[in-house]
């Protein structure tokens, strides 16, 4: 059995970069999401696998100098929280123009502008419809626990080389403060220079052989109908995300009446109301959307019909809930229950707000 | 099993590493764990508190409402924590400093004078694991075998020297809580 590690959903991020053969990160602090980087500069990955770890002078350098590292073909990485990911936002559209793979983690707090240090998924728009500027998408992963926080990162890299994509971790200061026990996965070194070269030699800025031209790693076309060109080649391979890499979980839904739909640290805070519910003989269930975008279309759509009524919970004022009901449209009502500014609801609270729903 | 636990205190009372090796001892005996601190301006100064769950099965909802025990290291926590134990419930307090002690009937009450026995043996730092024995004694969730090892796994190497220190004030514990 291997190992199992009491850690911070932060450390776990941190550990995860290590262990799965992370070239680089560069962050600038900001809680509720310091720990990433305290942990990278306490483990000193240089002295072992190479790593680099560097605290940049901010936010908008930390963003562009991934950009320069994931143009070389490398795994590189930043986290942030919600006000930081605001400014590397402009980066994320270059780097999704340039198709280039990197992992952006985001602990969100409670907005708008400097906001509070308490959790929040208030970026839920941000991360999912755009953020940057132009039609880009970046996949997004909401992770519920610290074990997700930790096998999310080998996963975000996977998907983002697979796809030359940004990918986005969405948690929350909940999952990243919160302690739980972690299994470590093996050790996967950092890739040589030679697999870099095999992986990336057809995009990547790796030096020109005198085998090929120069590659270029820009998102300016002035032709329109080469931007289109590249426009539609980026929806295509959104449509091919959207298609191969859905990812959900669900909770007692084989006999469900009614549905919470909730992710991250909300869709846990959600089974609990389910059991609440139960006590009282509702049946409840829960989808828990794992991939914001791309969003579990077909399993939300397949679960309407069996539903007398949904709720989506969230910790905003209703983000998500925007996607429930074009999903549901109009087949049956949908209600939604969230907290604001760092607020956390308990699950009786949750409960209380959902039996007022179905006495409507 | 499940045991949801509140340990509320002041910053630098221990509350957060208490409630740490507490959990590190549950994941000694193959339990599920959280850990859920507070984490907001009370780490800059202040009080602090932290949620702890160990349980036999996958735990849900880190946050709680409600809680099996709390353990109450001052007044404020002591004013905000008492009407949340769950009826039949445990509140361990150290009546250093409370001016106003718990007053309900349905829970069981428990005085562990942590901050004087820590005084007796001549190290301030011993304070937590005073309360903490106190806790084990009343709810022997955790083995003092499985807490030396949660001990052991959360300590830097170069503190291990500091483990029978720790051991002797969990006894001394264990030996001084009061339940009333």
Known sequence: M???????GNEAIAYAAINCGCDGYFGYPITPQSEVMETLMQEKPWETTGMVVLQAESETSSINMVYGGASCGKKVMTSSSSPGISLMCEGLSYLAGCELPCLVVNVMRGGPGLGTIQPSQSDYFQATKGGGHGDYRTIVLAPASVQDMYDFVDLSFELAFKYRNPVMILGDGIVGQMMEKVELSPAKPRRTDEEVRTLCDSWATLGKPASRPGNIVTSLALDADIMERHNIHLQNKYATIESEEVRYETYKTEDAEYLIVAFGCMSRISENVVELAREDGIKLGVLRPITLYPYPEKALDALVPRMKSIMSVELNSGQMVEDVRRIAAGRVPVHFYGRQGGVIPSPEEIYEAFVKTIKK | MKEEIIIAGFGGQGVLSMGKILAYGGIMQDQEVTWMPSY??????????????????????????????????NQQSLDKFESRVKPGGVLIYDPNGITRHPERKDIKVC???AADEAAKLGNAKAYNMIVLGAYLKVKPIVTMANVLEGLRKSLPERHHGLIPMNEQAISIGMKAVEIL
């Open chain 2, 40 to 73: 907001g301006p009370e780490m800059r100064g202040g009080t602090c508190n932290v949620s702890v769950i160990l349980s036999d099965n996958k735990i849900s909802s880190p946050i709680l409402s409600r809680f099996d025990t709390a353990i109450i290291l």
């Open chain 1, 2 to 8: 291997a190992e199992k590690i009491l850690m911070k």
């Open chain 2, 111 to 113: 005085r562990i004078a």
